[in-house]
């Protein structure tokens, strides 16, 4: 099973990928998380990665996509993957794409998380993180950043809900309500049940 999760920043797509990825038996990958670990790692990676993030800009295609290529090659990733945070533009995604071909995959579905932008808003100014066992505000959640990072979704993200849309893989996900009503719903539409198995409806 080889899954995109896609949706704007304060969609909820960590919280839904770790569990949903679990229920497949799959990796969840997340290119932020990723990117996190390097800048506090202060690996060449992290430092090439800083200065994009804390903008809140994306790091650029280049870097990004070789980083994925990677990770995709380890072996927990051979059976499949849960991809979170990426692609984030439509070149990211067709070098996805190509790079699954060239191994003989291919994506089976795409999930959006669709929430709208005052709910967003919401949850990005008051959203904290815990860091060496304290809560606080990711430098990138600050006011500014996050409609930055909203503007940036639009212009540059966004567009890749048509692409796959075109390409019959796309399933909007109603991410507004309670945790677990949201994992049903992708669940659904993954078209398998509570435990990951096939759903016989
Ligand atoms: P996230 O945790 O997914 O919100 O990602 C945090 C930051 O990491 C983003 O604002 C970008 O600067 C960078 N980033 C994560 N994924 C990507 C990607 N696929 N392409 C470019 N930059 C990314």
Same mark, same amino acid.
């Given at each position: 099973? +080889?899954? $995109? ?20 038996? $799959? ?26 993030? %804390? ?6 295609? *280049? ?7 990677? +990770?995709?090659? &380890? ?15 439509? *070149? ?13 995959? &291919?994506?089976?579905? $795409? ?18 993180? $815990? ?7 990711? %430098? ?17 993200? *966004? ?12 399933? +909007? ?20 049940? %509570? ?7």
């Amino acid at each position: 099973m +080889r899954v $995109v999760l896609l949706g704007p920043p304060g969609a909820g797509k960590g919280t839904q990928a770790q569990i949903i990825a679990a229920r497949l038996g $799959v990796p969840a990958i997340s290119t932020g998380d990723i990117f996190r670990a390097n800048v506090s790692g202060q690996t060449e990676l992290g430092q090439q990665a800083k200065t994009y993030m %804390d903008a809140g800009d994306l790091v650029p295609d *280049a870097i990004t996509v070789a980083m994925v290529k990677d +990770r995709l090659a &380890e072996p927990d990733a051979k059976g499949g993957f849960l991809l979170d945070g990426f692609p984030r533009t439509i *070149a990211q995604a067709e070098q996805l794409r190509e790079s699954l071909a060239d191994l003989g995959q &291919e994506l089976r579905r $795409v999930l959006e998380l669709v929430v709208d932008e005052e709910e967003l808003v919401r949850r990005l100014s008051g959203r904290r993180v $815990v860091v060496d066992g304290q809560m606080v505000q990711r %430098d990138d959640d600050k006011p500014e950043t996050v409609r930055h990072r909203l503007q940036v979704y639009r212009e540059q993200t *966004a567009p890749l809900s048509g692409f796959y849309e075109s390409e019959g893989l796309l399933s +909007r996900i109603d991410a507004i309500g309670e945790v677990e009503e949201v994992t049903a719903r992708a669940l659904k539409a993954l078209g398998v049940d %509570d435990a990951g198995q096939p759903s016989s409806d």
